[in-house]
Nanobody
Framework: QVQLVESGGGLVQPGGSLRLSCVAS????????MGWYRQAPGKQRELVAV??????NYADSVRERFTISRDNAKNTVSLQMNNLKPEDTAVYYC??????WGQGTQVTVSS
């Protein structure tokens, strides 16, 4: 198990950007995959983006707008979110295989 702490959420206008960061309590060199999920009110938690070594995968709804990356030297996984839409509003959770989750960070997209 690894402890994960997310940061970077907040309130942003439609079309704006945010960068989420997830810092792990230990080295992530051997942790694959890592990723980001989100859960909107009244909805199930869904995959946003996942990174496995040198490959990435995205939900169709965020492809071309979001970019996931990892910095093994800093034990960090990040999610750059551009052109945000109101439907991106959710609590975003960091995930590390096999079963570690962060506490979540709120992202609200509203004018």
């Amino acid at each position: 198990q690894v402890q994960l702490v997310e940061s970077g959420g907040g309130l942003v206008q439609p079309g704006g950007s945010l960068r989420l960061s997830c810092v792990a309590s230990r080295s992530i060199l051997s942790i694959y995959p890592m990723g980001w999920y989100r859960q909107a009110p009244g909805k199930q938690r869904e995959l946003v983006a996942v990174i496995t070594g040198h490959s990435t995968n995205y939900a169709d709804s965020v492809r071309e707008r979001f970019t996931i990356s990892r910095d093994n030297a800093k034990n960090t996984v990040s999610l750059q979110m551009n052109n945000l839409k109101p439907e991106d509003t959710a609590v975003y959770y960091c995930y590390a295989a096999p079963n570690s989750w962060g506490q979540g960070t709120q992202v609200t997209v509203s004018s």
